[in-house]
C-alpha cells in the first residue's frame, strides 16, 4: 500500500467504496478534488495510484495554523483580482510566482516570474474591464487551496459565464502558484 500525504490528509489505497464507508456527496467531491491536487502535484518519481476513499487524520495546531494562512492568501489574492488591482494581486503573489492560463486549450499557457505574470494580469484586466470572479466552494488543506468559482463578464454585449477551478499553493504567505482549469 502506498501513502501520499499532504497535511492534514493521509490518502490510503482501499477497494472500500465512498458510500460504503457513509461518506457524504460533498465529502467525496472535497476528498476527488484533494486528490487531483495529489495527481497534478506528484513529482516525477511519485506513482501515484488513485485510491477508492481518502481518510482524514486530525490536524495538529501547525496544520491548521498553515491552513488558515493558505486560506488568507488566496482571500486577499481573490478579493484584489476581483478590484483589477494588478499591484495588489502582485503583492499577494511571489517573486517566483507561476500561473498557467486555460488559454489556449487544451493546456494553456504558464507564466513563469513576477514580471510576466503581472505583464498577464495587465493585459487581462485591460481586455476584460468588467470580469469578476465568483466563488463558489474553496476546499484548502495545508498550503494548498482549491477554488470552485464562476467567472463572469460581458461578450459580445451579453451576459457570460464559465465554470472552473483553481489550483493554489502558497508560500510564505503569498501565492506561488494558481493553475486553472475550465469546464469545456
Not at 484533494?34 to 518519481?45: M, V
Not at 498553515?66 to 478590484?83: D, G, H, I, P, S
Not at 483553481?166 to 503569498?174: A, L, N, Q
Amino acid at each position: 500500500m502506498k501513502i501520499l500525504m499532504i497535511l492534514p490528509a493521509v490518502l490510503l489505497v482501499s477497494n472500500l467504496s465512498e458510500a460504503q464507508n457513509g461518506l457524504t456527496e460533498k465529502a467525496i467531491f472535497q476528498n476527488r478534488l484533494l486528490l487531483l491536487a495529489l495527481c497534478l502535484e506528484a513529482s516525477s518519481d511519485t506513482k501515484t495510484i488513485l485510491p477508492d476513499r481518502v481518510i482524514f487524520k486530525e490536524p495538529t495546531m501547525e496544520d491548521t495554523d498553515t491552513t488558515n494562512a493558505t486560506l488568507a492568501a488566496v482571500e486577499r489574492f481573490n478579493a484584489a483580482f476581483n478590484r483589477h488591482d494588478v499591484d495588489a494581486v502582485m503583492a499577494a503573489m511571489t517573486e517566483d510566482c507561476i500561473f498557467e492560463n486555460t488559454n489556449p486549450a487544451p493546456d494553456g499557457t504558464q507564466y513563469k516570474g513576477a514580471a510576466k505574470v503581472r505583464a498577464y494580469w495587465e493585459k487581462f484586466f485591460k481586455n476584460n474591464p468588467d470580469a469578476y470572479f465568483e466563488t463558489e466552494e474553496i476546499i484548502t488543506s495545508g498550503n494548498r487551496c482549491i477554488v470552485r468559482w464562476i467567472y463572469r463578464k460581458t461578450k459580445d454585449g451579453q451576459p457570460w459565464h464559465l465554470k472552473g477551478v483553481d489550483i493554489f499553493k502558497v508560500k510564505g504567505g503569498k501565492v506561488y502558484e494558481k493553475f486553472s482549469y475550465v469546464k469545456g
